[in-house]
């Protein structure tokens, strides 16, 4: 039996999930074709429906107008009369997202089915679990998990430390702890000393172009972090980790997905998609006055063929908490992935949806030049194998200037010195930091293949 899988995309004002009900009118005409529509909901910009097939390959169909009675229609060809619709309702809204999901028996007559408030926050498909640990082994594994070593890289304030002080194992949960390198180092280290991250544990991985194995006196990261990077991979499937994130200032605990190789060549065009990116601090906003902190899930996907501009795109989405924050509680962040879309979202929110476009991702991009993703699959470059990654850094380029945090402003200008000037402003975030607090803790992890 074929399932079927429509949703629906509105644009609007906040809503109260529970205050409205949504009835889809499916109707089969006299050639066999079933059609659905469904009133318009505050102006909805376009509907998207999404017909889910039994080889795992999904047909999607852009409305862009509706008609004249204010509802959208779709025809969906190929559904005999005993196939089972499952079909969903999803709203984007500005500062939060809402799901309403159900099924549906096509009959020969008419039928109207009302939504209901759905606890999926996707449509499940056949898939089998290829990586997972729950930390029950009371230790991390080195056959699931390797560290990251660098003197400074990714993030800014901090080294990449396979020490026990910055990722453990306790009470069943993962920590990813940063502390201070002058715990470690002694009070000098900030002025006098070099960090030789190859001579100190013996290996190191300057992989992402800025960072290096060697800093010296100022240079050296005021930060000891810990960045591991699961063993198993998957080429479309889903990911689910339970995790609560860090609180304390310029904390940004994150998970992400990477290519296993960069066969398309180095970032970002082979890809990258951020499952999950946060932000210790609890009282940093935009300049449009939405906060940009602990109570703000972002998930974005990179691609493009250079760095900056033009070259570099993105489609990034954002789900807010509302009187609580990431690090008051645990939460499941998510990853549904497939050749026909991106999604990411946490616990049964949807904070991101990007369709591959028919086009490709390089013309949709209006990049320049040859297309290097022309050989790939129609979803290049997100076509080829990804791992996972959990990391907490400290500062980094999240922190752009027009974010205002208070009650004082970013303690560092981005400039040679901004290492040393975030040290030695210490004093204005480090009574922020306390304990575990600070670390990402993680109950589980599982990735799974379609």
């Known amino acids: 039996m074929r399932t079927f899988v429509w949703t629906t995309v509105v644009a609007g004002i906040f809503l109260v999930s529970c205050s409205w009900a949504i009835t889809p009118v499916w109707k089969r005409g006299e050639d066999g074709r079933l059609s659905v529509s469904v009133p318009d909901i505050l102006g909805t910009h376009n509907v998207t429906v999404t017909v889910d097939k039994d080889d795992q390959q999904e047909v999607v169909v852009f409305i862009p107008n509706k008609s004249a009675d204010n509802t959208w229609r779709a025809v969906i060809d190929g559904i005999s009369k005993n196939d089972v619709i499952a079909y969903a309702i999803e709203y984007l809204l500005p500062d939060t997202h809402h799901r309403f999901s159900g099924s549906y028996t096509p009959e020969d007559k008419d039928s109207e089915t009302g939504l209901t408030l759905g606890s999926e926050h996707y449509l499940r498909r056949r898939a089998t679990t290829v990586f997972y640990d729950d930390f029950s082994s ?80 100022r240079q050296n990261r005021p930060v000891m972090g810990a960045l591991l990077r699961s063993s198993g991979t998957i080429r479309f499937g889903r990911v689910e980790v339970v995790a609560k994130i860090s609180k304390g200032d310029w904390v940004k605990p994150a998970i992400w997905m990477m290519p296993k190789e960069s066969h398309y060549g180095g970032w970002p065009q082979s890809g990258e998609m951020d499952i999950m990116e946060s932000v210790g601090n609890l009282h940093l906003k935009h300049p449009n006055g939405l906060s940009v902190g602990a109570d703000c899930d972002f998930s974005t996907i990179h691609y493009g063929n250079g760095r900056e501009g033009t070259a570099h795109a993105r489609h990034g989405g954002e789900f807010r908490l509302h009187g609580t924050t990431f690090a008051d509680g645990f939460h499941t962040f998510w990853l549904d992935w497939t050749e026909s879309h ?47 990654i959990l990391n907490v850094a400290v500062g980094g380029s999240f922190f752009w200037d027009g974010f205002i945090n208070s009650p004082y402003k970013r303690p560092w200008s981005h400039g040679p010195n901004d290492t040393y000037e975030f040290w030695q402003n210490r004093h204005l975030w480090l009574p922020t930091w306390h304990g575990e607090d600070t670390a990402m803790k993680v109950k589980s992890v599982k990735m799974m293949q379609y």
Request: hydrophobic share 35%; charged share 15%; with cysteine.
């Open 342 to 388: 991106i999604k990411m979202g946490v616990d049964d929110h949807t904070s991101l949806t990007v369709n591959t476009p028919s086009q490709g991702f390089w013309n949709e991009a209006n990049l320049h030049g040859n297309n290097i993703w022309a050989h790939g699959g129609k979803s290049a470059p997100f076509d080829r194998p990804f791992y996972l």
């Open 138 to 217: 009371g230790h991390i594994d080195p056959k699931k998990w390797t560290h990251d070593i660098m003197a400074s890289g990714i993030g800014h304030f901090q080294i990449w430390s396979p020490e026990s002080r910055n990722s453990y194992v306790k009470n069943g949960m993962l920590y990813l702890k940063p502390t201070l390198t002058v715990d470690r180092f002694g009070s000098d280290i900030m002025e006098h000393g070099t960090i030789d991250v190859k001579q100190i544990w013996g290996a190191c991985q300057p992989v992402w172009g800025s960072d290096s194995c060697v800093t010296h006196g």
